[in-house]
């Protein structure tokens, strides 16, 4: 082997460290970024870092609600080459978002072309929309050259964003938030903003108001899409007062008359956030499923505003019934959850309650309103010191003129004259103005002032225009001293400008006024299906092969019926369109399907199985009409059985019901309603028992208990009967036989039996 040198040897420093921690850290990076920097609104200006981008570029771009408007491609080109470095489709669509008046209560952005609608349509693509801001975006920004917060570096340093908006009015529950950080949520409904300032003022007034007082001033929220809340009150003041819970929101209903006893049900608004295509699929499903089936139809008639058209099945419906139903079966009443999950300062994740919020955002506005009168305050003081140098010139004017005149350097021999009173001309001590600081010389802002001042000042109609304008900003800066030190006028300064907002956005202003109204919910009681229908009779037919139909009237059920090639008729009864039809299937399951679903009987009907999910491996083993307070009798082909009340069976779903446990090959064989004191079974070695009914215990579910042993195969059918007037069934010529000496098949349950009595039917069954 070749040596190798120490210096070829070397190999860049590793340094390494536990999986565990490497993943926590960078997982905590990362869910920091997404908490702070994404998910979750500040508090103070109830803004994430890509709408305040995108307010701020619009800002940069002059694009004022009286300006014109600009391409959203460029706006979003902009916003994510100058500040938010994520891509251009993201952008867009949070702008967008911010332009739906029926997304947002107190749009952002004055979208002009397709921005979307309330169907759930998404907007054009951002070369085909402009976009200019509007006046409550122009309200979050007021003061933002003023120093009114801190700005940082873009992501690339090359350019400066603000921290955080001015914010003139609680944007944060004005328009509402949504997002998901990692570990935690946050979900904020809209509200009024005139409803939220006059809560601020309170808050103002009464520093420890508390969250139950604030609700005189806010009830609740204020969507866009308007509805009725029927929240308790008791509820909402719980939501706000621990930053969690919920509100019932349903939809604004009329009833219109037709004429002739005929009506219909107009929906003019719809909740928050459903999509009114989508509400309509629904409604239409529970048409097509009968779910309601008092409801016959449902048509959009909607144009700029929302008009569903609702039908009764029949003018006698109750219209409050049928509302009923349809809150509770569809998006027409939906909850929207409060979770009041924000950042403090910007910095702290936080669930809040609603004085917190408004509390922060009123801490946030003072801040606002001593940084602005600072700066004022320096503008102030460097105006002043310009006015003092001209004053300065106008009082030494020939003075000046020579100096710049005959001077090299006119602006150092500014600086190095003394001002004093030998240069002053002939004025009264009233005119007289003490000389700049430095014992009477001018500093180089004065001089630099003095140079660049135009001839056409230099008359005397100026200086009285200057001596005001120095008394006016005297009068101001003591204002702005007095602002700075009391507590009690800054908090003063603060709700005039909040009332001059609120005027600003109240009943003059496009929506100012409340949209969502507050109603008692009237829970409709359940209505038994008889009384939601017309009671017809029917006649219930189904084949061999599942398929099944309701032919109209009470037809003789012996009279030949029509089937598919290869099929033929099992199920024919009687019944009534207000009935239940129960089916037992080898699975051990119940399914409930009501008469009124069945399909016409003019054709071959339809499978069951699309009605209910019966599996394709089992068979109907049964199918009955319902009979409350009926008792069953139920068994497997391994011989195990209970009896089960008939009202425990019936199912709600689709799915069904498992009753009878049973599992590998052993099937559901026996599902006969209980009628007698005694059981008998029948084996496929044709062997019967008869045993006491009151040996079988009765269950809503399980295997059951044994009621036959069998050697070889298993059970083939098991019925009750009266011991007294007999057991019948029918014998191979189709006659009824009934036997009444039973004692030689008489036992205990689980027995093996003896064989069949001479003429019982070949295929072991009693019918």
Not at 87 to 99: E, F, N, P, S, T
Not at 456 to 481: F, Q, Y
Not at 528 to 539: G, H, K, N, S, V
Not at 674 to 696: I, P, Q, T, Y
Request: aromatic share 6%; glycine share 8%.
């Amino acid at each position: 082997m070749n040596d190798v040198s120490d210096d070829q040897d070397k190999t860049p420093l590793e340094v390494t460290e536990p999986l565990r921690r490497a993943l926590g850290d960078r997982y905590l990076t990362y869910a920091l970024s997404t908490i702070m920097n994404r998910a979750l609104p500040d508090a103070r200006d109830g803004l994430k870092p890509v709408h305040r981008r995108i307010l701020y570029a619009m800002r940069e771009l002059k694009l004022d609600p009286a300006g014109r408007f600009r391409k959203s491609s460029k706006i979003s080109g902009d916003v994510m080459g100058n500040y938010h470095p994520h891509g251009d489709a993201a952008i867009y669509d949070a702008m967008a978002r911010l332009a739906q008046d029926f997304n947002v209560r107190y749009p952002l952005v004055d979208g002009q072309g397709n921005f979307g609608n309330i169907d759930g349509d998404n907007p054009a693509a951002s070369r085909y929309t402009e976009a200019r801001m509007t006046i409550a975006a122009e309200a979050l920004l007021e003061g933002l050259n003023e120093d009114a917060v801190d700005f940082r570096e873009n992501y690339d340093g090359t350019l400066r964003e603000p921290v955080v908006l001015p914010a003139s009015f609680p944007n944060l529950l004005a328009n509402g938030s949504s997002g998901i950080a990692v570990g935690m949520a946050t979900n904020i409904p809209p509200h009024n903003l005139v409803e939220l300032v006059d809560a601020c003022l309170h808050l103002i007034k009464t520093p420890e108001a508390r969250d139950d007082t604030l609700l005189n001033y806010i009830p609740g929220p204020d969507f866009p899409t308007g509805g009725t809340i029927v929240e308790p009150r008791e509820n909402i003041a719980k939501a706000y007062r621990t930053g969690r819970g919920s509100f019932r929101l349903r939809a604004k209903w009329e009833v219109e008359q037709l004429g002739r006893g005929q009506w219909q049900i107009v929906v003019t608004e719809i909740p928050y956030q459903v999509q009114k295509s989508k509400l309509i699929e629904k409604l239409a499903e529970l048409i097509q499923t009968r779910k309601v089936p008092i409801f016959a139809d449902v048509r959009d008639e909607s144009a700029d505003d929302i008009r569903l058209i609702l039908e009764p099945r029949s003018k006698n419906v109750d219209p409050e019934m049928l509302m009923g139903m349809l809150f509770r079966n569809s998006d027409l009443e939906t909850r929207f959850s409060l979770n009041m999950n924000v950042l403090i300062d910007g910095l702290t994740p936080k669930v809040c309650s609603l004085k917190e919020v408004l509390r922060a955002f009123l801490d946030h506005r003072r801040d606002v309103l001593l940084r602005r009168s600072r700066h004022r305050l320096a503008r102030i003081d460097h105006r002043l010191e310009v006015l003092e140098g001209f004053i300065v010139a106008f009082l030494n004017l020939d003075r000046v003129i020579d100096i710049i005149r005959y001077d090299d350097d006119p602006k150092a021999a500014l600086m190095r004259e003394d001002w004093g009173r030998e240069h002053v001309r002939a004025v009264s001590e009233a005119d007289y103005v003490s000389p700049a600081p430095g014992e009477g010389e001018l500093s180089e802002v004065q001089v630099e002032a003095i140079l660049n001042m135009r001839l056409r000042s230099l008359r005397r109609l100026e200086e009285l225009e200057l001596r005001r304008e120095r008394d006016d900003l005297m009068m101001e800066r003591a204002g702005l001293e007095d602002l700075l030190e009391s507590d009690k006028l800054q908090w003063a300064r603060i709700a005039e400008q909040l009332k001059e907002t609120r005027k600003l956005f109240g009943k003059d202003y496009p929506g100012g006024a409340r949209r969502t109204r507050f109603a008692e919910a009237e829970e409709v009681e359940e209505v038994p299906l008889e009384a939601m229908i017309e009671r017809e009779p029917i006649t219930v037919v189904c084949s061999k092969m599942g398929w099944i139909r309701a032919m109209k009237g009470h037809i003789d059920l012996d009279q030949p019926l029509k089937f598919k090639d290869g099929d033929e008729g099992r199920f024919v009864f009687h019944a009534q369109t207000t009935d239940k039809i129960l089916l037992f299937g080898s699975n051990g399951r119940f399914y409930t399907i009501p008469a009124t679903s069945l399909p016409g009987g003019r054709g071959m009907g339809e499978p069951v199985r699309l009605m209910v999910d019966l599996p394709n491996e089992a068979e109907i083993v049964a199918l009955f009409i319902h009979e409350p307070g009926r008792k069953l009798l139920l068994a497997s082909s391994a011989g195990d059985g209970f009896v089960v009340p008939e009202d425990d069976v019936v199912a709600q779903t689709r799915t069904g019901k498992q009753v009878l446990n049973v599992k590998g090959d052993v099937q559901a064989r026996v599902c006969r309603p209980v009628e007698g004191d005694h059981v008998a079974c029948v084996g496929e070695n044709r062997k019967v028992l008869v045993f006491a009914l009151s040996e079988l215990p009765e269950m809503g579910r399980g295997k059951g208990v044994r009621l036959q042993k069998y050697k070889d195969g298993g059970l083939s059918d098991a019925r009750t009967f009266t011991l007294d007037i007999g057991l019948s069934w029918l014998d191979p010529a189709g006659r009824t036989r009934t036997e009444t000496e039973l004692r030689d098949w008489l036992g205990k349950r689980a027995g093996a039996g003896r064989m069949a009595p001479r003429g019982f039917p070949r295929d072991n069954r009693f019918t």
